[in-house]
């Protein structure tokens, strides 16, 4: 992979998402609020096993006011565009956003529509609490994406820290994590530290991984 090379990735960010309270008196809020990103917070694993564990962590530094209003960003539900519920284009519309110590916050007003309608009801219910969103970076490049593992009780914890965010996309109201515990999610940030050139098989891959973790465990 090449270290210039953009990718594209979600991450959930759990619980803080509400109804904010109407400002009129006896008029029921529409108005949807939370945290879409929060800062220096690991996440939970991307992966799992009995040896090897990764975390992400999206640093204070990582997004500025700048790239927020250069990105079109959606709100979506459950991570399907064709469900949208706001947008803000080039910092303008109907998806209002800013960015605080304890990371970056939104409020919309949920649309008078089968989407909107049902974003607010699961929101009031409790059942969508969480959010994710969308953002691409330099994986591969050492000054976007730091890294760093300890190992406890023979289980090497491996932390990758993005520094540099390169775009926004979307943020979606979800009740699970846009992440999975999946092969292809570990070969995305495995990869990144071989920098191979050429195509893996699924048993190479599986080699590297092998290999990162025998690494880890000398270094340290």
């Not at 994406?145 to 932390?159: I, L, Q």
Request: with cysteine; aromatic share 10%; hydrophobic share 35%.
């Amino acid at each position: 992979m090449e270290e210039n090379q953009i990718i594209t990735r979600s991450l959930f960010t759990p619980g803080g998402v509400h109804i904010r309270e109407a400002q009129e008196e006896g008029k029921e809020s529409r108005t949807i609020a939370g945290y879409a990103i929060l800062f220096d917070t690991p996440s939970r694993a991307l992966y799992k096993d009995d040896e090897y564990e990764m975390y992400e962590i999206i640093s204070r530094n990582a997004i500025t006011q700048d790239i927020l209003d250069a990105s079109d960003i959606k709100m979506t539900l459950f991570h399907f565009n064709s469900m949208l519920l706001a947008r803000s284009k080039s910092g303008k519309g109907t998806l209002t956003y800013g960015i605080d110590a304890k990371g970056i916050y939104f409020e919309f007003e949920a649309p008078h529509t089968m989407e909107g309608d049902k974003a607010l009801e699961l929101v009031k219910r409790g059942d969508l609490d969480g959010c994710s969103f969308q953002f691409s970076t330099k994986y591969y490049d050492l000054s976007y994406v730091s890294r760093s593992s300890v190992t406890e009780n023979g289980v090497v914890k491996e932390t990758f820290v993005v520094e540099k965010i390169t775009g926004l996309y979307d943020f979606t109201l979800t009740a699970n994590p846009a992440y999975v515990e999946t092969s292809c999610e570990v070969r995305d940030l495995v990869d990144g530290l071989k920098s191979p050139k050429v195509k893996e098989t699924p048993k190479e891959v599986l080699a590297q991984i092998s290999e990162m973790r025998r690494e880890a465990k000398i270094k340290l």
